[in-house]
């Protein structure tokens, strides 16, 4: 067995990769000066992928003479062309930036509002480019959609051409495997029909699809490629339709809750705050359950570099289902949400609502409440406000509202020992600083109001025995007394805990995770799977022995295809080994 190689020979298994001639009819390497034509390997040169064929429009359109209809031809196959899907997908990502870095009005109204007050010329322009509403931009949405139309153009008509392939049958040996990129040849012993017959069950053997027609075999292997291809665009598709779906009908809100307070049910009322998609019905949406926070728990690193880094962070639940559901305790923590047919509750956030008491002149009390205040540090510094708005009256009888302003800490590192911060987030040592006013709230202007801040403005000072604005700091079971006989203020020793949760529906996620994983398999598979067909002919020679042939062609020139031609030719020759080489015949008047 010998095989052709630049000129050279070499033993059974190995192939001739002809460097300076290739396949010419490979969809992406075809045109070349100096490589053989179409013609010459016939159909065994044909498509190797499912990629679009240019047209003679396509090459070199006749402007002049398109026309409406060829005009839109032409745009067609512009925007079904993987050049445009790919500029579009690359669009699609540069508009996510302004996205990700320009405040959203869907998701924060505060914070746009914030940044045009602060960016008085940008606001402005960033308005008018839909800027602060990216994803529902008509220029965002035009990229989408193009996209979603340049995929499903792409993927129709190939879709339909490997059907076609699959059906069909590998084409016919060329006549000279010396085109092909790898061939190999060598003479046997053994009878054609045997050798073909052999080389049939070897190629089958190998996964190829083979037959064999006339005096050659035709096998072909790697549709994964093709398959792979497909799959990756139309997981494409898959995670545009998810991420669409899920902007349209997704629901997220807040809720605060207090440990031992009444419940939340899933309702638009029950929420801080809400927003949601654009088709999202909040009548008919919203999963129908309820839960209530029973205790918050959360212990802390002591010592160490962590220290105050949170060793337990769980919020303990009552939740039922439906109407009329039956309650069950489970525990929330961070990145373990409560998930109820599509819906997670996520824990989010925590921190201290000190239960005060306030009294009347006469003793009555007028409010007890669990106040919840907000953290400012880490180690769960806390402020806000409390407020009492009905019930109170003066010495004189007068309703009136009283406000406080509050400062919480549930470590204090001790009188004269700097700023009042917390040293620590657990309670070790709490203390709340108040400072007292009277007078109207504002609550009942009609205008919504910060609960955690003090509107002062119509309010007065209660004032000190210096004439300044009443304050102090308590300890739990402490109490300030405000001036003049108006009444008490007392730092219960009961502190609660609260903590603020997410419920968010979105749906599609799991299409959209679907969707990447198959867009991963299938570019993986379309990059690493190759196409390539392999002939072996078998025709006995003028001296009565047998010429075997091998020939094989890939999508693309690779080693691999040379490499598998040189196995599979090693074990064809292992059944149909080389013929002696015939004796040479002696020169005439040579010496005997």
Not at 52 to 59: F, L, V
Request: aromatic content about 8%; charged content about 25%; some cysteine.
């Amino acid at each position: 067995m010998s095989t052709t190689e630049s000129g050279k020979t070499s033993e059974a298994g190995e192939t001739r990769e002809a460097g300076e001639t290739r396949a010419a009819d490979d969809a992406d390497d075809a045109g070349d000066a100096g490589q053989v034509t179409a013609d010459e390997l016939g159909a065994a040169g044909s498509h190797l992928s499912t990629a679009p064929e240019e047209d003679s429009e396509d090459r070199g359109p006749n402007l002049p003479r398109l026309g409406v209809i060829g005009w839109a031809r032409w745009f067609w196959r512009q925007l079904t062309s993987m050049r445009v899907a790919l500029i579009l997908l690359f669009l699609l990502s540069l508009g996510a930036i302004p996205g990700s870095l320009i405040p959203q009005s869907g998701t924060d109204e505060l914070k746009v509002q914030t940044f045009k007050d602060a960016h008085t010329t940008l606001a402005p322009v960033y308005d008018k480019l839909g800027l602060f509403h990216v994803y529902s931009s008509v220029w965002f949405s035009a990229i989408y959609i193009l996209l979603f139309i340049s995929l499903i153009g792409c993927i129709v008509p190939r879709t339909w051409q490997f059907v076609g392939q699959l059906r069909g049958r590998a084409p016919g040996a060329p006549k000279r495997f010396t085109h092909l990129p790898a061939s190999t040849s060598w003479r046997t012993d053994v009878e054609p029909e045997e050798v073909r017959a052999a080389a049939l069950a070897l190629l089958k053997k190998r996964r190829f699809r083979a037959h064999a027609e006339g005096d050659a075999v035709s096998s072909e292997k790697g549709y994964l490629r093709e398959a792979g291809n497909l799959v990756f665009h139309v997981a494409l598709i898959v995670m545009l339709i998810a991420f669409a779906w899920g902007q349209l009908f997704k629901s997220e809100g807040g809720k605060l809750m207090v440990e031992g307070d009444g419940g939340f049910s899933n309702a638009l009322p029950m929420y801080d705050d809400f927003k949601s998609g654009s088709l999202f019905d909040a009548d008919t949406d919203l999963t129908p359950f309820s839960f209530q926070l029973d205790k918050f728990v959360g212990t802390y690193e002591r010592s160490g570099p962590n220290k105050a880094t949170p060793r337990t962070y769980r919020a303990d639940v009552t939740y039922s289902v439906g109407a009329e559901g039956k309650d069950q305790k489970t525990a929330i923590e961070v990145n373990k949400p409560l998930e109820i047919d599509g819906t997670k509750v996520y824990l989010n956030g925590h921190g201290y609502a000190p239960t005060v008491t306030v009294r009347d002149g006469r003793g009555k009390i007028v409010s007890r409440q669990a106040v919840a205040l907000l953290p400012i540090d880490s180690n769960v510094t806390s402020t806000g406000a409390i407020k009492v708005m009905d019930g109170y009256r003066d010495k004189n009888g007068k309703k009136e509202q009283l406000g406080f302003n509050a400062f919480f800490v549930p470590t204090f590192a001790g009188s004269g020992k700097g700023d009042m911060f917390s040293q620590f987030p657990a309670l070790d040592y709490p203390v709340l600083a108040l400072s007292a006013y009277h007078g109207s709230l504002g609550v009942d202007s009609g205008i919504p109001q910060n609960v955690y801040q003090l509107d002062t403005s119509k309010m007065k000072k209660f004032t000190d025995s210096k004439g300044e604005l009443l304050k102090t700091r308590l300890r739990p079971g402490e109490t300030m007394q405000l001036p003049n006989g108006a009444g008490s203020i007392t730092f219960d020793k009961d502190i609660k805990q609260w903590a603020s949760f997410q419920i968010t529906d979105q749906p599609g996620t799991g299409w959209a995770l679907t969707g990447a994983i198959a867009a991963i398999a299938g570019l993986a598979a379309s990059l690493f799977i190759q196409r390539r067909r392999i002939w072996v002919r078998a025709v006995k020679g003028a001296d009565g022995v047998t010429l075997v042939e091998m020939g094989g062609l890939g999508r693309n020139e690779s080693s691999k295809v040379a490499e598998e031609l040189g196995d599979l030719a090693a074990h064809l020759h292992e059944q149909a080994p080389s013929a002696a080489d015939p004796e040479p015949v002696p020169a005439e008047g040579a010496e005997k």
